[in-house]
């Protein structure tokens, strides 16, 4: 039994292999379209005028260049009809004013006692969910096997993808993340039933303390003082460089295969965000 399940693992492992090849054959970098739709809200037009004039999505585009995709990707900025969301399907992502807005408006006056600079809790959270929903349109154009919940797995590809960049920016983008989270998670209203903890997604609270343990794991002795100053429970810590691990484990065996690596390792050397 043991060795027919054993070839049977070797086989499957072999076949995904070769579809993982195959989609490579058709894959190609800088298969990314972009799009600033104007709002039909006139209260969002400074948002979209915003964004426009800094470019946000032409950064995006090029920071993401290097993903070998099988189609072209179309990543739009558009009014939800007052809904603050982020969605992919059908080969498009779709990034709203409200949920930019949103961002803006949350941002603290001054930087926080956790030195998180109000700029920061910004681009963090809107760098993070590109990259999350960018996840997903990997995820399905490349038909990419997924343990777990794909939310998690998401967020899990998101983190992952900004910590190669520099310390500096890297750690901005964590707490960032991490800040509007957790900001989330104390503003909301407390469950009225175990229904609440239903959804797709893992809750606010928990997606921030995964991004912190992620950084973590990654490199303790940069990041060791989320420890020291308790950002991260000590208890949590200590399994987050094995988090790290298993997450780099699967992008090497899943993602890396469909990226440019020349060009990859010339936007990890980039500067991405403003101070």
């Given amino acids: 039994m043991r060795k027919t399940a054993f070839a049977l693992a070797v086989a499957s492992m072999l076949l995904v292999a070769t579809l993982a090849m195959t989609a490579c054959g058709d894959s190609k970098p800088n298969r990314i379209s972009i799009s600033y739709v104007p709002p039909k809200d006139p209260e969002l037009q400074r948002v979209y005028m915003d964004l426009k004039e800094r470019r946000v999505l032409e950064r995006y585009q090029k920071f993401l260049s290097p993903f070998q995709l099988p189609r072209t990707l179309k990543i739009t900025l558009a009014g939800c009809d007052g809904e603050s969301d982020a969605f992919y399907g059908d080969d498009e992502i779709t990034i709203c004013y ?69 310390y500096a920016e890297s750690r901005r983008l964590i707490m960032g993340t991490a800040y509007a989270f957790l900001t989330e998670a104390i503003n909301a209203e407390l469950p009225s039933s175990l229904e609440d903890f239903a959804g797709e997604h893992s809750t606010p609270a928990q997606r921030g303390y995964n991004a912190l343990c992620l950084a973590y794991g990654a490199d303790k002795k940069l990041f060791a003082d989320f420890v020291s100053k308790g950002y991260l429970p000590k208890e949590r810590a200590e399994s987050c460089e094995g988090e790290y691990e298993r997450v780099q484990d699967a992008f090497e065996a899943v993602v890396f295969p469909h990226l440019d690596q020349a060009l990859a390792k010339e936007n990890f050397k980039r500067t991405w965000l403003r101070k």
């Fill in 98 to 166: 409200e949920y930019v807005e949103a961002l803006w408006t949350n941002a603290p006056a001054d930087t926080t006692p956790a030195g998180v600079a109000p700029i920061d809790t910004v681009a963090g959270p809107f760098f993070d969910t590109c990259l999350h929903e960018f996840a997903h349109a990997l995820f399905d154009m490349h038909n990419l096997p997924v343990f777990g919940r794909e939310e998690d797995a998401a967020d899990q590809i998101a983190a992952y993808i900004y910590l190669q960049l520099g």
